[in-house]
């Protein structure tokens, strides 16, 4: 396991072959796995399911004190946007 995956945690993709649901770390760290399904459409709706990153809303979801800097950050541009309207 690499440094990174053992610090931050693994980043898995998801992909569906068939009824086969696999995964992956992209940090290429050789953690990897798959599991079958009874249909290729459960694999392919589980795999589209998975395979996002929310980094989006990190900081509207935010741990309170853990990122709060990032809250406050968020919070600081969305109330000088509406000063601009």
């Known amino acids: 396991m ?3 995956c053992t610090v931050l945690g693994h ?4 992909s569906a072959e068939g009824d086969v649901l ?3 770390c992209r940090r290429a760290c050789g953690s ?3 599991k079958r ?3 290729s459409g459960q694999a392919a709706r589980y795999a589209a399911a998975f395979d996002h990153e929310d980094i989006a809303s990190l900081g509207r979801r935010a741990p309170y004190f853990g ?3 990032l809250r406050l950050w968020h919070w600081a ?3 000088g946007q509406q ?3």
Request: aromatic letters at 16%; glycine letters at 4%.
């Open 37 to 39: 399904y009874a249909c």
């Open 67 to 69: 990122l709060l800097p």
């Open 11 to 14: 980043r898995y993709r998801f």
């Open 32 to 34: 990897e796995g798959q």
């Open 83 to 85: 000063a601009t309207r």
């Open 77 to 79: 541009r969305r109330r």
């Open 22 to 24: 696999r995964w992956h």
């Open 2 to 4: 690499s440094l990174a």
